[in-house]
């Protein structure tokens, strides 16, 4: 069976730290909590995971992202990825071929996930109290080496 996570890139990234950096793998670029703790996830229960970006869109751990950048799928802005090229990039991905897709985020993540593919989209993130209950229920979930389940929901 071919499970895919998705998680969410994060408005924190290494050249915050570290300006000069130049460019970056994806999975080494983003350096928020939340984030960290989505890819820590991934690793552990899921073969495969691709990060979302409202730039970049869909980029794989080694994908190189070029430079800093603040855009959110919540924003209007001209820089934001299509969703012509999101499709694009889920064909490339193969997105409609697996057998369950996970979607490490909130809501707003529902509409644009929808319009990509047909699969069933799980968010078992879904129902929590915010940002620090996410990193709760992701922390206890790596701890106990148990997949998020409780509260899981499907869409």
Same mark, same amino acid.
């Given at each position: /069976?071919?499970?895919?996570?998705?998680?969410?890139?994060?408005?924190?990234?290494?050249? +915050?730290?570290?300006?000069?950096?130049?460019?970056?793998?994806? &999975?080494?670029?983003?350096?928020?909590?939340? &984030? +960290? #703790?989505?890819?820590?996830?991934?690793?552990?229960?899921?073969?495969?995971?691709?990060? !979302?970006?409202?730039? &970049?869109?869909?980029?794989?751990?080694?994908?190189?992202?070029?430079? @800093?950048? @603040?855009?959110?799928? &919540? /924003?209007?802005?001209?820089?934001?990825?299509?969703?012509? *090229? !999101?499709?694009?990039?889920?064909?490339? #991905?193969? !997105? *409609?071929?697996? @057998?369950?897709?996970? /979607? #490490?985020?909130?809501? +707003?993540?529902?509409?644009?996930?929808?319009?990509?593919? @047909?699969?069933?989209?799980?968010?078992?993130?879904?129902?929590?109290?915010?940002?620090?209950?996410?990193?709760?229920?992701?922390?206890?979930?790596?701890?106990?080496?148990?997949?998020?389940?409780?509260?899981?929901?499907?869409?």
């Amino acid at each position: /069976m071919r499970r895919i996570c998705i998680i969410p890139c994060g408005k924190r990234k290494i050249w +915050k730290d570290q300006p000069d950096h130049g460019p970056a793998k994806a &999975h080494y670029a983003y350096t928020g909590i939340f &984030h +960290k #703790l989505c890819q820590q996830y991934a690793r552990q229960f899921y073969e495969e995971w691709i990060i !979302l970006s409202a730039k &970049h869109g869909f980029l794989k751990p080694e994908d190189i992202v070029p430079g @800093d950048y @603040d855009l959110g799928f &919540h /924003m209007d802005d001209q820089d934001i990825i299509t969703l012509l *090229e !999101l499709k694009k990039q889920a064909a490339r #991905l193969r !997105l *409609e071929e697996a @057998d369950k897709v996970i /979607m #490490l985020g909130g809501k +707003k993540y529902e509409p644009i996930l929808r319009s990509l593919v @047909d699969n069933e989209i799980h968010f078992p993130l879904a129902g929590s109290k915010g940002i620090g209950d996410m990193q709760s229920k992701l922390k206890s979930s790596i701890v106990t080496n148990a997949e998020l389940g409780e509260g899981f929901k499907d869409h």
